[in-house]
């Protein structure tokens, strides 16, 4: 009894989220309005409460395992999932003006989609068992397909929701078989089984490495990172706006979470080979990311690049966790590092989109750089939130990207290794290489005569909660402190356990 009623605490924010979901969608059926009012304020306040639930589990700072283990409620967990359902609500805020002008709303599945991926991404966040995670890998993914093709007559969002269906397949099959050859070695699902069994070092290594390829393979995938990163450009690019922001906003915390539960709960005994791996992806990604963003016109697909590049950052954090075999000095200052990173990173993305989907008005997408010209004519306001955003995003201080990648360098840095320093130095000449696009996009905005001397109307929720957005980019970058101790005791929670 003591095992269920724990096991219920555990999920609870889930539970929660999963029946509202269902409510949520036999409530749309008799709504008529076109902008799907009730349905949105329904969501809004389901998704306030239970990131309500979940920091608050989080800040009990406990950590609980329900369902045979099988499930996982802990201090990092359980932040991630509150992040995400913010991220999510802001999603929501910001791209439900656009999605009603392209007929998006006719129905209510804009929302309904929106919360099962999130229950998928929360799935993710708790799983303790392969197969728990890959679950909510699916049900994110799946919702994902059809949010982006939720644009039926638009040949291009159709396109692009084929593509990332073929491609996350096959990510998805890379992660099953890996999965399945780690099962198959340590005959077990549960990721702290399978930890003490690989560190009982009575598996043959080669067996092990070979699954580990294929999970760092998957995991690259959902993270974007070089060479797996193929279909970030073209679905950012042909998926509708507020689609974009759904899948390159929130879903970005979870596939960290699960990195970290597979790679470093799972696999940490493995750390030397998936290390290497890691070194690589991370590299190609900072370089190709980079590089190819400075060729693109179009500002969403010119994010997605970006997006590559930002992970790679994500992935020098999480490599310089154990050095020489030592997993206790460095591991915390690496892995709360990471996590920062992809957090504030989530919340600067939030805001750019947010401003490309306030610019896109009925029959007009904003999505080339030139749309942008002379925006700060039109709105100052504005022009100085997207600012705010790409100088973040280029590691300008004193905004929270500066010290985001401050960050991570430190934890490679601190490390002692020559290779590290080596890497940090070629990641700051990366970065230097993308400034380059983000000031370029900022002189249009600037020094550029307006396309259009229309007005940019904006609903009072968007106002109020794009300004919050971009304030908050400047707020963290001036005092991360919190922030970063938060990352930091999360992490230590899960290491500890």
């Not at 009575?202 to 797996?228: C, D, E």
């Not at 370089?287 to 994500?314: C, D, E, H, P, Y």
């Amino acid at each position: 009894m003591m095992i269920d009623k724990i096991s219920w605490i555990a999920v609870y924010p889930d539970m929660v989220l999963l029946v509202m979901a269902c409510v949520i969608a036999l409530l749309d059926l008799g709504i008529k309005s076109p902008m799907r009012g009730t349905t949105y304020v329904f969501t809004l306040v389901t998704l306030g409460v239970v990131a309500y639930m979940q920091a608050d589990l989080a800040l009990s700072g406990s950590t609980l395992y329900g369902f045979g283990n099988m499930i996982v409620s802990d201090t990092m967990g359980n932040w991630l999932k509150c992040f995400a359902t913010v991220a999510v609500m802001v999603t929501l805020v910001y791209g439900r003006p656009y999605s009603a002008h392209r007929g998006m709303l006719r129905g209510g599945e804009f929302f309904t989609l929106s919360i099962f991926s999130l229950l998928g991404m929360s799935v993710m966040i708790s799983g303790n068992n392969l197969l728990v995670i890959y679950m909510g890998l699916e049900l994110l993914t799946l919702s994902s397909y059809a949010l982006v093709a939720l644009r039926r007559d638009n040949a291009t969002a159709t396109e692009a929701a084929m593509k990332y269906f073929v491609l996350g397949a096959m990510a998805s099959g890379f992660l099953l078989y890996g999965m399945s050859m780690l099962y198959g070695a340590t005959g077990s699902l549960d990721i702290t089984t399978i930890f003490k069994a690989i560190s009982s070092g009575q598996i043959r290594h080669q067996v092990l490495v070979f699954g580990l390829v294929f999970i760092v393979s998957g995991l690259a995938f959902k993270l974007g990172a070089v060479p797996f990163h193929m279909w970030i450009p073209d679905v950012y690019q042909g998926a509708p706006t507020a689609i974009t922001l759904m899948i390159g906003g929130a879903p970005k915390l979870a596939a960290f979470a699960m990195t970290m539960r597979l790679l470093v709960e799972g696999l940490l005994p493995l750390a030397v080979d998936w290390q290497q791996m890691l070194l690589m992806l991370s590299v190609c990604s900072l370089f190709i990311g980079n590089l190819a963003a400075i060729a693109q016109t179009n500002v969403k697909r010119m994010l997605a690049f970006s997006t590559i590049s930002q992970m790679g950052f994500v992935l020098l954090g999480i490599l310089s966790g154990v050095v020489s075999g030592d997993s206790a000095t460095y591991t915390a200052n690496a892995y709360s590092s990471a996590m920062f990173y992809v957090i504030t990173y989530v919340l600067t993305t939030l805001a750019s989109f947010g401003v490309l989907l306030l610019l896109s008005q009925e029959g007009f997408e904003s999505e080339e750089i030139a749309d942008l010209a002379g925006l700060n004519q039109r709105s100052p306001l504005y022009a100085g939130v997207m600012a705010v955003c790409l100088l973040s995003l280029a590691g300008i201080p004193p905004l929270v990207g500066f010290y985001a990648k401050l960050a991570v360098l430190q934890a490679l840095v601190a490390s002692g290794q020559s290779l590290h320093l080596g890497i940090a130095v070629f990641a700051v000449l990366m970065s230097l290489i993308g400034a380059f696009y983000y000031l370029r996009v900022i002189k249009v905005m600037y020094f550029d005569a307006p396309i259009t001397a229309s007005n940019i109307v904006a609903p009072l929720d968007v106002r109020i909660v794009l300004c919050t957005n971009g304030a908050l980019v400047l707020v963290l970058g001036l005092l991360p402190g919190g922030l970063l101790a938060l990352c930091g005791s999360a992490i230590r929670q899960m290491l500890g356990t």
